[in-house]
């Protein structure tokens, strides 16, 4: 940069360029435009009347959307998203994913995936929608989890007679324990030995009656931890389903003091494994081996603020890596008006095998734990798997495609092996393997929220460095337009520039 040249016009404005041509234009004779021309370079010596300021290039490189693979999808799925899209015109990724949700929270207590030895894990999804409110996420949920809600009731219903049973079990044990209570505080007050009485009460504490577990499969807006506690001691599987993330994501649970340690509980809900909580007030427990599905839609300005307030966490432990993200264009605005058809065939089939699915014994030991069986990958398939794995780790290097998404790159055959699963649960549960065309459609589809993570995090989660760098730039864009000049001396940089 030249201090020399500070202050000087060097940049014909736009309007400039409009008198310069149009005087051009209007000049009668050749050595008249000559003149004019001649002006014109004396007033801007650095610029001839071809040079104009373009858009400047973008820093990262814009990734380009692309159509959601609906065809990878088996057959009923796509049918009953097919005919839902029609009737609600929503994305055809967020119909999507409200489908493969249900699938996830319905077969996740029933089998984990093998995807080689040692390595064996559950099935359940998280999948993270990035759009407006009014994109319908709502009315897709209502219609995939129509099978969910009346299972739940179905499971209620029926459990009436044993939770009549335990209040009854319960009372009486009450009034045992409170008899030996007071059996011990009148001994011990006139003297008298209540070591008997004492060992007979904590036989009883052991007797203490359990609740009946019941499915309560969907799950709202509660706290982390209280989420932890349902699992742990009311059923091991529960999907969280929303199209108000913000009232996860945003929640007291996810504040500064409390939001890595909740970030952790849901990173060991998604790989299957167990965490001990500690509380003051009240007893302490364990999850562990407890199954948990996700399916969100959040604003953008709602996951921004989240990735502000996680100060990197987000990221960082991982926790968002895990999801399979969707940022669909939006489609309102050419939604028009259509009927609700008469009846819903596909969805209807699809409804009827996710209700065949949740009811298929869940296997639950003595601990009260699941007893889950793994699907394995055939030959084949795992052929393909090992393929797709990878092909993935190569890009991951420093220059590759998907380095600036690695963390989340790094979960994309883990997750391709859960839809797989998913996939033959869904079309031949019996069978305990997962064959190639399961595990060829769920790796288009992994492949395709990959690419969604690389459009989203490069447009709008530019790490820090980048981030600097993107702000230096747009402040050195908008001095040169403000001043019309394309030379700024770097004191002027330093004084005056971005921190």
């Not at 015109?89 to 994913?97: C, G």
């Not at 407890?290 to 502000?308: I, K, M, N, P, Y």
């Not at 589809?445 to 709008?460: D, K, Q, T, Y």
Request: with cysteine.
């Amino acid at each position: 940069f030249s201090p020399a040249m500070e202050g000087r016009e060097m940049i014909p404005s736009p309007e400039d360029h409009r008198e310069f041509l149009g005087s051009i234009i209007a000049a009668r004779t050749n050595d008249e435009a000559r003149k004019i021309r001649d002006d014109f370079n004396h007033r801007f010596p650095t610029f001839s009347e071809s040079e104009v300021w373009e858009e400047p290039l973008p820093l990262t490189a814009k990734v380009e959307p692309e159509p959601y693979p609906v065809d990878a999808l088996p057959e009923i799925v796509r049918a009953a998203v097919e005919e839902v899209q029609a009737f609600s015109k929503a994305p055809i990724s967020l119909v999507a994913s409200s489908a493969l949700g249900a699938l996830s929270l319905a077969a996740q207590a029933l089998f984990d995936v093998k995807r080689a030895e040692k390595l064996s894990g559950p099935v359940g999804l998280f999948l993270l929608t990035i759009a407006d409110s009014g994109e319908r996420k709502s009315t897709c949920d209502t219609f995939f989890l129509k099978a969910i809600r009346e299972f739940q009731k179905e499971q209620v219903e029926t459990a009436k007679p044993k939770l009549a049973k335990y209040r009854a079990e319960l009372a009486a044990w009450e009034a045992k324990r409170d008899g030996f209570l007071d059996a011990i505080r009148k001994d011990s007050r006139q003297d008298k030995e209540t070591e008997t009485k004492e060992k007979a009460l904590h036989e009883l504490e052991i007797e203490k009656p359990t609740p009946p577990r019941i499915p309560q499969l969907l799950r709202g807006d509660e706290t982390p931890e209280n989420l932890a506690w349902a699992l742990a001691n009311e059923w091991p599987s529960a999907g969280i389903m929303s199209s108000e993330a913000g009232a996860i994501l945003g929640a007291h649970g996810m504040g500064k003091d409390s939001i890595m340690r909740n970030l952790a509980l849901y990173n060991i809900l998604w790989d299957g494994g167990s965490l001990s909580i500690g509380r003051r007030s009240s007893e302490s427990f364990t999850v562990q081996g407890a199954r948990l599905s996700v399916g969100l839609q959040v604003q953008e300005a709602t996951l921004r603020s989240f990735f502000d307030r996680s100060g990197g966490l987000a990221r960082g432990t991982g926790f968002l890596a895990r999801f399979l993200l969707a940022w669909p264009e939006s489609t309102q605005g050419y939604r028009h008006f259509s009927e609700a058809p008469a009846d819903w065939p596909k969805l209807a089939a699809f409804n009827r095998r996710i209700s065949e699915i949740l009811n298929q014994p869940v296997a639950i030991d003595e601990e009260s734990l699941l007893s889950l069986s793994a699907l394995s990958l055939t030959v084949e398939a795992k052929s393909h798997w090992i393929s797709f794995h990878d092909a993935i780790e190569s890009e991951l290097r420093s220059g590759g495609e998907l380095y600036d998404v690695r963390d989340v790159a790094s979960k994309a055959a883990d997750n391709a092996a859960r839809l797989a699963a998913l996939f033959q649960i869904l079309e031949q549960e019996r069978n305990h393997f997962v064959g190639k065309e399961a595990l060829e459609g769920a790796c288009r589809i992994v492949a395709w929220h990959l690419n969604e993570a690389r459009r989203f995090f490069g447009e709008f989660a530019i790490p820090e460095e980048m981030l600097k760098v993107a702000h230096l730039d747009a402040w050195l864009i908008e001095y040169c337009r403000r001043k019309k000049t394309n030379v700024i001396p770097r004191r002027e940089i330093q004084r005056c520039g971005p921190n």
